[in-house]
């Protein structure tokens, strides 16, 4: 399974953007898909995920703010994001996996090259 992210840019506080992250390859064997983020020294951190079903989960911390929209159809997973924050900064990573248990919110097996996002002050 591949990857591919992008949308990423510089947007002001207060504004949106939206990622994309398009999965190709041996996609019938994936389950969740979801984003996960790493702003300048600090650790990666969980953002929010989807289910095939469409289950979602979203981080404390983008609750309200984010949404993650899947297309099933076309294999592609979005992260909107809205009433961004300089706190968002960071560079976002798409991943993808195949488990069905209690860890199918957190996939982890694939991932996709990281996108970064600036919010200005």
């Known amino acids: 399974v591949q990857l591919q992210a992008s949308g990423g840019g510089l947007v002001q506080a207060g504004g949106s953007l939206r990622l994309s992250c398009a999965a190709s390859g041996d996609i019938e064997e994936i389950n969740g898909m979801g984003w996960y983020r790493q702003a300048p020294g600090k650790q990666r951190e969980y953002v929010a995920s989807i289910l095939r079903r469409l289950d979602r989960k979203y981080a404390v911390s983008v609750r309200g703010r984010f949404t993650i929209p899947r297309d099933n159809a076309k294999n592609t997973v979005y992260l909107q994001m809205n009433s961004l924050k300089p706190e968002d900064t960071a560079v976002y990573y798409c991943?993808?996996?195949?488990?069905?248990?209690?860890?199918?919110?957190?996939?982890?097996?694939?991932w996709g090259q990281g996108t970064l996002v600036t919010v200005s002050s």
């Open positions: 991943a993808a996996g195949r488990t069905y248990d209690s860890n199918a919110y957190y996939p982890n097996d694939y």
